[in-house]
């Protein structure tokens, strides 16, 4: 069975200078270039929205960022316009080494979904195809990293575990948004708690 590393969001909107800059989320690019080498398969995912994305503040009269409003059912937190199709902010970030990637997987195209994990939109109603991808290419464990540890990162390992996919966390190669103090942390445990591992960049090589 074969080995996958999963890389998160890594775009110039996550990164310090973009539209929802995540705190030193640059550090991750070094990291993901050290990881790669060690996996078999390397997918990463794309936040891909439309200009007009429901999760957007500006769509919403009188609403700011980290404003919680209510989409088809959904509790949605509102984010400054990020990631939008065909934009810098969308590509990612120069210095990560794209000729490692075997296959990007785009998610939160449609305009009233938005789609935190890398395998489902937030309502569990499309999936992505990554799910179908990694089996039909004999993957058995996942590691994933990225951004942002408290937001895709999480929601993109929880919903692997809960796929069936033996999981791992690289804990160097996260970084949270923390829209409050602890996020990140608590997010860290709530992963744990599902079963998943939590390894070094530097223990890769060696199971756990
Ligand atoms: C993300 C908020 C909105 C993330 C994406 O990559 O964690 N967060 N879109
Ligand atoms: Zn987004």
Redesign the pocket.
């Known amino acids: 069975m074969k080995k996958a590393l999963i890389l998160?969001?890594i775009q110039n909107d996550?990164v310090p200078g973009g539209a929802?800059p995540?705190p030193d989320g640059d550090a991750v690019v070094a990291v993901a270039n050290k990881a790669m080498r060690h996996f078999d398969l390397v997918v990463a995912i794309q936040?891909w929205h439309p200009a007009d994305h429901s999760?957007f503040a500006s769509r919403h009269k009188g609403h700011r960022p980290g404003d919680m409003v209510v989409i088809d059912g959904l509790r949605q937190i509102l984010?400054p316009d990020?990631?939008v199709q065909n934009t810098r902010g969308a590509e990612f970030v120069p210095g990560l080494e794209m000729e490692r990637i075997t296959k990007v997987f785009h998610k939160?195209m449609s305009r009233n979904d938005?789609s935190?994990s890398g395998f489902f939109d937030n309502g569990h109603r499309n999936s992505t195809g990554l799910g179908d991808y990694l089996r039909e290419m004999g993957v058995d464990e996942v590691t994933i990293m990225?951004?942002?540890t408290?937001?895709?990162?999480k929601f993109t390992v929880l919903d692997a575990a809960m796929l069936g996919f033996k999981t791992r966390l690289i804990i160097e190669g996260v970084r949270g948004?923390e829209v409050q103090k602890g996020d990140s942390e608590k997010a860290v445990e709530e992963m744990r708690k599902a079963g998943i591992g939590v390894l070094s960049v530097e223990d890769i090589g060696k199971g756990f």
């Open positions: 998160v969001d996550f929802l995540v936040d999760s984010w990020h990631c939160g938005d935190y990225g951004l942002a408290d937001y895709c990162v948004v």
